[in-house]
């Protein structure tokens, strides 16, 4: 995505998002260059502050996107030329391109957006803060109160005991299948992904330095004989372990560069990974969440509210092919139609009777720009209602239910926008511990969890009393950048589809690359009741629930050994792994484990 500086860029910046110009007197002028004179007089406007040449900015891209918005691409692609951007991994052409399916443009988004924001209200400063470097101060997080979307909390709502039988569920993240991934491709290159046949080294152009062997590269993303090779292993290193099914919690498209990507690319790599589980995972059925990188363009999704989802729609009827259709995966009808109608998200009960419950994260992503428009609304894309309402009516049935979804809505990242993050926590923390089983997410590429605390996120609300909920990160199989690639499986509980354990395997890949002509070693990395439990402590029937992750989280805070663990842990022992010692590194880190959403990190990490 492109980041614009503030200055004559100001409006670039305002018109990044905003594009635009009230029409100019001269009727010899074409739009576009009434357009782009408007912005610039935005843009030289001393007697205006930052924020108000940026809401400005907008105001005035929303009048030229309603009445002309062919013309948006072309003068946002102006200015940022003017701004001298020219960056690594696109250029002003690329991002700021109309319609096309050639390359990952967004210019027609932008236009969209501008279409629907309030410039001068919270759309206006959000967009100013996020898309043009602060321009304005990020607002309050509005009050998104959800409660009367369900009834009172029982009074008897606690987590079931445990049945002491357990069946197998494995879960996979991240692929990230490199279609371009080329043996003998340059390693240390100068793009954002490398062994790409596009891949080359600045200093080196003509001349490869480090070619990469048959299993990539710790720069590059997954060649798809990798992506083979890991699938392939669970059943190999476990030992003839039966599983259930199987959980992919999303991101299926390279790291590429957005000129390097187009909507047939998308559909390739797409059906590449889904092709990849049917063939080797002995047939289980595999529950998916979309990712960011798995849209075209990179991360935009439109709600159906916006009036633009039709832009969108032929992913999830891609989705409903081939996870129902095609690989039998999916065989609730309702599901099917919840896939086509809701953005590919579906709920549906296994046969051992777990309420599984897939959403889309687009709509809570940072760089979806679909999600900067009526942001005082709690819900635009209505997949909140849905879950909510889903995990009412588990509630009225007594039944348990996993969310499988891919960007993390707290510590863990910084993608995930304020707003949906907090309407996020209120639905889990109404419908925890009874009803909430497990939460699973991808996007980070580490080894990782994330607790859900009751409270404004100060150190000192984070008892053992307010923990109400933990969120398991899968680890990704690209090793995509300087990880070890990984997956694991999960003990659950029979009865109340509590986690009871996670096994956990990686591939040393700097192993697999000294010797390339030998098939790569998974090796166990680590049981989470083995590596964070070592005493047995925690009762053996007792499930690995939001309290026994809450005494982890501290363990890593305050004891040295157990940091070193848990990063190498996230790390998959990648030769990559730095220490983390400093006061400034392990707050830092307790920040992120115990932030459910982003004003409980932002209020943590000041407490430093």
């Known amino acids: 995505m492109v980041t614009f500086t503030f200055t004559a860029m100001g409006i670039l910046m305002a018109l990044l998002m905003a594009l635009g110009a009230i029409a100019g007197d001269n009727s010899s002028k074409s739009k576009e260059d009434q357009a782009y004179d408007e912005v610039q ?8 502050s930052k924020c108000d040449k940026c809401t400005n900015g907008l105001a005035v891209g929303k009048k030229w996107a309603r009445s002309d918005p062919d013309i948006v691409p ?15 991994f696109s250029s002003c052409n690329v991002t700021f391109a109309g319609n096309t399916t050639e390359y990952s443009a967004m210019g027609v988004d932008v236009a969209n957006v501008l279409t629907l924001i309030d410039p001068h209200g919270v759309d206006g400063k959000y967009i100013c803060n996020y898309k043009f470097n602060g321009a304005c101060s990020k607002p309050d997080t509005p009050d998104l109160d959800v409660s009367s979307w369900w009834s009172d909390k029982p009074s008897d709502a606690v987590e079931p005991k445990t049945s002491g ?16 991934f080329k043996e003998g491709a340059e390693v240390n290159c100068s793009q954002s992904m490398c062994c790409s046949s596009l891949s080359y080294n600045s200093h ?12 990539g590269g710790y720069s590059c993303d997954s060649p798809e004989l990798l992506i083979e090779n890991a699938l392939q292993s669970i059943g190999k290193v476990t030992d003839g372990t039966e599983f259930d099914f199987a959980l992919f919690t999303g991101d299926m498209i390279d790291h590429g560069n957005d000129k390097d990507r187009s909507l047939n690319d998308t559909i390739d790599a797409e059906e590449t990974a889904y092709r990849q589980f049917k063939d080797n995972l002995n047939g289980i059925p595999v529950y998916i969440t979309l990712g960011n990188h798995d849209t075209f363009p990179y991360g935009q999704n439109a709600q159906q509210s916006s009036g633009f989802y039709d832009r969108y729609k032929w992913n999830y009827d891609l989705a409903a092919d081939l996870w129902a259709d095609k690989y039998h995966w999916i065989d609730d009808p309702e599901a099917v139609k919840e896939i086509k109608s809701s953005y590919a998200s579906f709920s549906l009960t296994t046969k051992r009777g777990l309420r599984i419950i897939s959403l889309d994260s687009n709509f809570w992503y940072k760089d979806n720009y679909y999600n900067f428009w009526n942001m005082s609304s709690p819900d635009t894309s209505g997949l909140f209602k849905f879950l909510a309402d889903e995990l009412s009516e588990c509630e009225k049935n007594n039944q348990r239910a996993w969310i499988i979804t891919h960007v993390p809505t707290g510590g863990a990242t910084s993608d995930v926008l304020p707003g949906p993050s907090k309407v996020f926590n209120q639905i889990v923390e109404r419908f925890s511990p009874h009803v909430i089983a497990a939460i699973f997410f991808g996007h980070t590429h580490e080894d990782q969890f994330q607790l859900f605390y009751a409270g404004d996120g100060k150190n000192s609300s984070k008892t053992a009393e307010n923990v109400f909920q933990v969120a398991y990160l899968g680890q990704s199989i690209t090793p995509f950048k300087q990880l070890n690639p990984g997956w694991r499986y999960y003990k659950v509980d029979s009865k109340t589809f509590s986690i009871m354990d996670s096994v956990n395997y990686y591939m040393p890949l700097d192993d697999a690359i000294n010797h390339a002509d030998q098939d790569p070693q998974w090796k166990l990395g680590y049981t989470a009741r083995d590596q964070y439990d070592p005493d047995s402590k925690w009762p053996s029937d007792a499930p690995l629930n939001a309290t026994f992750w809450h005494n982890v ?6 004891d040295q050994d157990t940091r070193d663990a848990y990063v190498k842990n996230e790390m998959r022992n990648s030769p990559y792994v730095k220490k983390c010692t400093d006061d400034s590194c392990r707050h830092d880190l307790f920040c992120k484990l115990t932030s459910g959403t982003i004003d409980q990190l932002n209020t943590c990490k000041s407490e430093k």
Request: glycine share 4%; with cysteine.
């Open 41 to 48: 007089d935005i843009v030289k406007n001393s007697s205006l």
């Open 74 to 88: 072309n003068v946002l692609m102006r200015l940022c030329k003017d701004d001298g951007y020219s960056g690594a």
């Open 165 to 180: 039988e357990t069946f197998n569920v494995i879960h996979v993240s991240d692929v990230h299948v490199e279609l371009t």
């Open 204 to 215: 080196s152009p003509n001349q490869v330095l480090d070619p990469a062997t048959r299993w």
């Open 553 to 558: 989280a501290h363990s890593i805070y305050s």
